[in-house]
């Protein structure tokens, strides 16, 4: 089946560059998430996109910014980055199955690997 | 704030025997819940979710059981395996489209042959 693609797998920076990462969801997902996962820490939930508009919030920098496309693809954009921006960077998509107040069952990328020197 | 935690950082278990991962949550507006294997270097796999309309959930040798007086879930393994071998996290979400996945810390699970 097919799963989400995420885009590079690896990335090298040096600090105050910027960097963006790419996203493709599940087909027909319509929903998108974004997560980093620091060095033996749990995911960390940055923001998510519904039907190209933002739905969630969480800890994301002012530096970073996303976006989701008309085909359903989302970017992460870095910008200035900072040592402590290495992380993995995860992308989630699941489908809203319209049920009222069910969650939807995220399904995860293999993740970007943000390495800032 | 509200978090999701699991009790035991590290489970040692001889392969065959059953595992059992403990989780507990203290959002008590949460209703999904979901349990994900990850392993090194890859992204967290989903394997079974519940609904807190539910107490109960079996999957392929999974199990999943949700007591919400306490506000606990656990995810058992049976006859655990070598490639069981990884870290599991249980994530908590309010339901709606587009909600965030709250973490809990990970358990790693070591087989032993």
């Known amino acids: 089946a097919a799963g989400v693609i995420q885009s590079p797998r690896h990335l090298i920076k040096e600090k105050r560059e910027t960097a963006t990462l790419k996203c493709y969801p599940i087909?027909?997902?319509?929903?998108v998430y974004w997560y980093q996962q620091g060095p033996g820490q749990d995911p960390q939930f940055l923001i998510s996109f519904y039907e190209k508009m933002q739905s969630d919030k969480g800890s994301i920098p002012d530096r970073f910014s996303a976006q989701q496309f008309s085909d359903y693809h989302s970017e992460l954009n870095m910008s200035s980055l900072e040592l402590g921006d290495s992380a993995l960077y995860f992308c989630?998509?699941?489908?809203?199955?319209?049920?009222?107040?069910?969650?939807?069952?995220?399904?995860f990328g293999p993740g970007t690997r943000l390495t800032v020197l | 704030g509200e978090s999701v935690g699991l009790h035991l950082p590290t489970l040692s278990v001889q392969e065959g025997d059953n595992s059992i991962i403990n989780c507990a949550y203290s959002?008590?507006?949460?209703?999904?819940f979901i349990w994900y294997k990850q392993e090194s270097g890859k992204g967290p796999q989903f394997i079974i979710d519940i609904r807190s309309n539910m107490d109960k959930r079996q999957g392929q040798r999974v199990t999943v059981l949700l007591n919400k007086t306490v506000k606990h879930l656990s995810l058992q393994i049976a006859a655990t395996q070598p490639g069981d071998s990884a870290v599991y996290f249980c994530a908590e979400n309010i339901g709606a489209a587009g909600n965030k996945l709250t973490f809990g810390g990970g358990t790693r699970v070591l087989v032993k042959p």
């Open positions: 959002n008590s507006a949460s209703d999904y």
């Open positions: 087909p027909r997902h319509d929903t």
């Open positions: 989630a998509s699941s489908i809203n199955t319209g049920l009222a107040g069910a969650g939807d069952t995220q399904y």
